[in-house]
């Protein structure tokens, strides 16, 4: 099975941090663009953010423009969610997923996907 695997989710205060992770089962990522999503209850998934292949082009939704940051490490072959200045509204399952080409544009659909990782932003 090629799938990713999500880490670093938990429960944080407003205004708190979480950096998450991304590594992949049994392939590398090093060819792909690779994207957060996440879905909160009864809501449709969105697009956190993506970055490509080389790391050289990112981009990322309104809602958390200026307090997140895509970053990935191909030497580690891992792709890292930094969150910060967390709000009750970031709440949501988050998933990586990778696309099997290396640019985040145009518009297109992912191929991997993990199992997600509960964030939780609550006092």
């Known amino acids: 099975q090629l799938q990713l695997v999500e880490s670093g989710g938990g429960l944080v205060q407003p205004g708190g941090s979480l950096r998450l992770s991304c590594a992949p089962s049994?392939?590398?990522?090093?060819?792909?663009?690779v994207g957060w999503f996440r879905r909160a209850p009864g809501k449709e998934r969105e697009r956190v953010s993506c970055?490509?292949?080389?790391?050289?082009?990112?981009n990322y939704a309104d809602s958390v423009k200026g307090r997140f940051t895509i970053s990935r490490d191909n030497a580690k072959d891992t792709i890292y969610l930094q969150m910060n200045s967390l709000k009750p509204e970031d709440t949501a399952v988050y998933y990586c997923?990778?696309?099997?080409?290396?640019?985040?544009?145009?518009?297109?659909?992912?191929?991997?996907w993990g199992q997600g990782t509960q964030v939780t932003v609550s006092s």
């Open positions: 997923a990778a696309r099997a080409v290396a640019t985040c544009n145009p518009l297109g659909g992912f191929d991997y």
């Open positions: 049994r392939f590398t990522l090093v060819y792909y663009a």
């Open positions: 970055i490509s292949s080389s790391g050289d082009n990112t």
